[in-house]
């Protein structure tokens, strides 16, 4: 990374007096020449400081050599009225072991089994691990509901993969 100076002029400079530091620093490190380095998936935000000015950027980290994700478990039961129902994803990265990207993945429920069940009748957290899937006041016994777990690897390809959910009583 680089800092540039916008002086009251207009003029610019690149910095090179800058403290950097990232935040958190268990997903991404910054050298003091400003390399940034992976260390897990999600995002860090960089900050550049010189003297009493600062600046900011988010960066992602991704997995580059993903070949797919699964969900488990794959089925899974919660009682009616607030029950509830814990989902894991992992990434299979090509010549490594799974990666867990629970708390990176996009979650949603795509479609729900009863012509009178919506997929309001259930919600998901974003961005916990593992993911919770609740069953609300809405949903009826025998309902299910297919929740979906969403991954964009490091080569831009969106993977995803699947999981069913019942209402129990």
Do not use: C, H
């Amino acid at each position: 990374m680089s800092a540039v100076g916008i002086y009251n002029d207009g003029s610019t400079n690149t910095l090179t007096n800058v403290f950097w530091s990232s935040d958190p620093t268990s997903v991404a490190t910054i050298s003091s020449s400003g390399l940034v380095t992976g260390v897990s998936v999600g995002d860090a935000t960089i900050t550049g400081a010189s003297g009493t000015v600062s600046g900011t950027a988010t960066v992602t980290v991704a997995l580059s050599n993903v070949t797919g994700i699964t969900v488990s478990p794959t089925t899974e039961n919660a009682k009616e009225n607030g029950g509830t129902a814990q989902f894991v994803a992992k990434a299979t990265i090509q010549g490594g072991s799974p990666v867990d990207i629970t708390s990176t993945a996009t979650w949603t429920i795509t479609s729900v089994s009863t012509s009178t069940g919506t997929t309001d009748d259930f919600s998901v957290t974003q961005g916990a691990d593992p993911a919770v899937v609740t069953v609300q006041s809405t949903a009826t016994v025998g309902e299910q509901a297919t929740l979906t777990a969403s991954y964009v690897g490091g080569t831009g390809t969106t993977y995803t993969a699947t999981a069913r959910i019942t209402v129990t009583p």
